[in-house]
């Protein structure tokens, strides 16, 4: 084994360990609980090696750094996440490799992945990403809509061509009501996604928590967790 696939699996056992015990603590079964390995700024060699792992699910954030590695890692069998925030003329690209779309949080964002999703015949996983630091009809610091406009823009996702509403998905808010209280901010997410499948039973995914606080999104009910640095160490600064 080289040095760095023995330190990836290193790592990916102890977040193993902690999403294995997070679930017996929620009683919950660890199967409830899918790991999204989060590979921004890292190389393709690297996603090579968590797939020789085992990992199958991958998150990237830029499209810039995502479609190279996508195309280079096309003959593993990957499910790949969009998890950043995405301007419309990045959207073309983004189609042509992402299986689920995290951040989608506007209208105008949902009609440009519906008429590219179906240009590719391809159908397109999204989740509405809702920002828990957002006053009614703004925008949060990383993205994502309103609690309030939530349902409106699944509603609208579920209705486009091309595309399949999956559920919810946050990012524990650094300022507003649920600073530091991410369990809290989780819990209010799960009571959202609760209300979205009394119209939308299908929409069943959580995505919340990551490598700091993946225990508390377990606690709250998260079906998914996306975890970078616990896996892949810290990040080289950019720039």
């Keep these: 084994m080289t040095d760095r696939k023995t330190e990836l699996a290193a790592n990916l056992a102890k977040v193993e360990e902690r999403i294995t015990a997070a679930c017996a603590a929620a009683g919950r079964a660890r199967e409830e609980v899918t ?18 792992l085992g990992v199958r699910h991958v998150a990237e954030n830029r499209d810039q750094d995502a479609a190279p ?33 995290q951040s989608v949080d506007r209208s105008r964002l949902v009609t440009a992945l519906s008429k590219e ?60 009501e649920y600073a530091g209280r991410e369990q809290a901010a989780f819990e209010r997410l799960m009571d959202l996604s609760t209300d979205l499948r009394r ?6 995914m959580v995505s919340a928590g990551m490598s700091a606080d993946l225990e508390q999104a377990v606690a709250a009910g998260a079906t998914h967790v996306r975890v970078g640095t616990a896996v892949l160490g810290v990040r080289p600064r950019l720039g």
């Excluded at 999204?36 to 190389?43: G, H, R, S």
């Excluded at 593993?76 to 995405?86: D, S």
């Excluded at 993205?143 to 399949?164: C, F, I, K, N, T």
Aim: glycine share 12%.
């Design 117 to 176: 999703a179906v240009r590719a015949e391809r159908e397109v996983g999204c989740l509405v990403q809702v920002a828990l630091d957002a006053g009614a009809g703004g925008r949060g610091e990383r993205g994502g809509v309103a609690p309030e406009g939530s349902e409106e823009l699944a509603d609208l996702v579920a209705g486009a061509p091309g595309l399949r509403l999956d559920g919810l998905m946050t990012v524990a808010p650094l300022t507003g």
């Design 199 to 204: 119209t939308h039973p299908a929409a069943t």
């Design 35 to 52: 790991l999204i390995v989060v590979t921004k700024t890292y190389p393709a060699s690297d996603v090579r090696i968590l797939s020789e």
């Design 69 to 101: 590695k996508a195309a280079a890692c096309a003959d593993l069998p990957l499910v790949w996440h969009f998890v950043g925030q995405l301007q419309t003329n990045k959207v073309r690209s983004v189609v042509g490799y992402a299986d689920v779309v």
